[in-house]
Structures are given as C-alpha cells and as structure tokens.
C-alpha cells in the first residue's frame, strides 16, 4: 500500500477534489477541457494538480 505524504508538512491527511478550468477562448462557448485532479493537504493546505484526460465533447460545448 503507497502512502501519501505532504511535501511541506509531511503529513498524511490529505484530500482529493477535481478542479475543473477554462481556457481564454473555451469561455466563449462555456466549455472546459482542462481537468485536474487536487490532491490537498488538511493540515497546511499545499496543492498539487494532476492533469487528467479529457476528449472533447460537443455536446458539453453546446449545451454549456
């Protein structure tokens, strides 16, 4: 079993979220292709992103 730790605190209370974020012209459209997983410590707060596979899809961009 891996265990996560915090790189600045070394704890391991962390929390995951998914953040989701639009880029300049995919605002036009309210479309956002850009998703990151977050991996947070509770204890200092520090953040780490993860990119996560996202394909297109038009049915998001039109329906918004």
Avoid: H, P
């Avoid at 605190?9 to 974020?21: A, K």
Wanted: charged fraction near 20%; charge should be positive; include cysteine.
């Amino acid at each position: 079993m891996t265990t996560v730790r915090c790189l600045v605190c070394n704890s391991q209370e962390m929390e995951n979220d998914t953040v989701i974020m639009q880029g300049k012209w995919s605002r036009l459209v309210n479309y956002s292709n850009k998703k990151y997983d977050a991996i947070s410590c509770k204890d200092c707060g520090y953040t780490m992103l993860f990119k996560q596979n996202s394909k297109f899809n038009i049915l998001e961009a039109i329906m918004g």
